[in-house]
């Protein structure tokens, strides 16, 4: 793995670029952290690293070099945006999805924060 690098054809990786346009809510030098154009709750927001870093957290390796490093920087910025509104105050969630059982319909790397309403559980 590789921490450089972008994809052409990935979504995520022209949002970063700011090819596509985003609601930013933090941005860092290798994290960016922006709305949800569909959001799941009142506020859903999505938290990636800049770089084309891996497809999903299933693609990561614990020996990759600068995975620690990198998992700080999307930790530091998920606890920026549980900050950033007093919606999170009474509790909020952090979901990433795997794969297409995981629900997952984009494939670069990303976490999801919600928050604002009671979450349901398990998740549908
Ligand atoms: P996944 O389903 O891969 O876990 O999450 C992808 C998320 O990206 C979805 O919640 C979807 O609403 C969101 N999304 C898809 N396209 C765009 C876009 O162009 N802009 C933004 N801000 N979000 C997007
Ligand atoms: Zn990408």
Do not use: Y
């Not at 154009?37 to 770089?51: D, T």
């Not at 998992?71 to 920026?80: N, R």
């Not at 999170?88 to 976490?111: C, I, P, Y």
């Amino acid at each position: 793995m590789t921490l450089a690098g972008a994809k052409s054809d990935c979504l995520f990786c022209r949002v970063a670029a700011g090819e596509i346009p985003s609601t930013k809510v933090i941005e860092t030098d290798d994290v960016l952290a922006f709305r949800d154009i569909n959001p799941g709750a009142p506020q859903h927001v999505l938290v990636i690293p800049k770089h084309h870093v891996a497809d999903s957290v299933a693609d990561l390796r614990v020996a990759d070099e600068g995975i620690a490093g990198l998992w700080a920087s999307l930790l530091s910025v998920v606890q920026q945006v549980a900050d950033s509104s007093p919606e999170f105050a009474d509790g909020w969630r952090l979901v990433t999805n795997v794969g297409e059982n995981g629900g997952q319909s984009v494939f670069h790397l990303h976490l999801h924060v919600l928050a604002g309403r009671r979450l349901t559980w398990p998740p549908g």
